[in-house]
């Protein structure tokens, strides 16, 4: 859906390492966001992007970066990933006209 | 963004018509009604949304109070493949706070065969 790949899909990682998960569209979209998904809390904005290198801080940002160099690809970085960033990780796009977000099939985390 | 509430879970038979409740006594009077739902291990998918009229689309029907202080989703016959995690959202019509969705719990159903 709207040409959404998130990669990559699982990834184990160890504390304090650098870890980039991205998200590519195919469709020209200008909103992306990155939400995180946990048990108990359901999906938290992390950050979105509302153009290319403009970005902004959602709810949960602290710990995360994020760029967004082109249209098609909006990267979210941990730069020294911890055990409570264990998560699973989605992308979304917003399709202009009919308001529709349209979400990635996810990137599952997992920070040891 | 105002708030919703949602009942934790929901059981349906299948091919039986579910109602999908949401209060949201708050809502503004530019707040669109947004449904989602999430299949296990998968994203969330856009289902329905709606401003003051019912809508209806190819999978959902959505029913809104007159006073739109709240909604029901409408699934008109279940399928085991509806088994899911429904979420009611309000978004500004005007994109406020840059068209952010904000999830709430949502309503967990289940559907028995």
């Known amino acids: 859906d709207a040409g959404i790949t998130q990669s990559p899909r699982h990834k184990v990682t160890e504390t304090g390492t650098p870890v980039t998960l991205r998200c590519h569209q195919t469709?020209?979209?200008?909103?992306m966001y990155w939400y995180r998904q946990d048990p108990g809390h359901g999906l938290r904005l992390i950050h979105y992007s509302y153009g290319v290198k403009d970005t902004d801080k959602g709810e949960v940002s602290d710990g995360y970066s994020v760029s967004r160099s082109k249209t098609e690809d909006f990267l979210l970085t941990l730069e020294s990933a911890t055990s409570s960033q264990t998560s699973v990780y989605f992308c979304?796009?917003?399709?202009?006209?009919?308001?529709?977000?349209?979400f990635g099939s996810g990137t599952r985390l997992t920070v040891v | 963004d105002a708030k919703t509430t949602q009942p934790n879970s929901m059981e349906s038979n299948e091919e039986e018509p579910v109602h999908l409740p949401c209060n949201h006594s708050?809502?503004?009077?530019?707040?669109?009604i947004h449904w989602y739902r999430q299949l296990p291990s998968q994203g969330p998918e856009y289902v329905i949304h709606?401003?003051?009229s019912n809508v209806n689309n190819r999978m959902a029907s959505l029913a809104i109070a007159e006073d739109r202080k709240s909604s029901t989703l409408i699934l008109h016959r279940a399928t085991l493949r509806d088994a899911a995690v429904y979420y009611c959202?309000?978004?500004?019509?005007?994109?406020?706070?840059?068209?952010?969705?904000?999830f709430g719990k949502g309503t967990l159903l289940t559907v028995n065969p």
């Open positions: 709606g401003l003051t």
């Open positions: 979304a796009v917003l399709k202009q006209g009919d308001y529709g977000y349209t």
């Open positions: 708050t809502i503004s009077g530019t707040d669109y």
């Open positions: 469709e020209n979209h200008r909103y």
């Open positions: 959202i309000l978004r500004d019509v005007w994109g406020g706070s840059n068209y952010k969705l904000t």
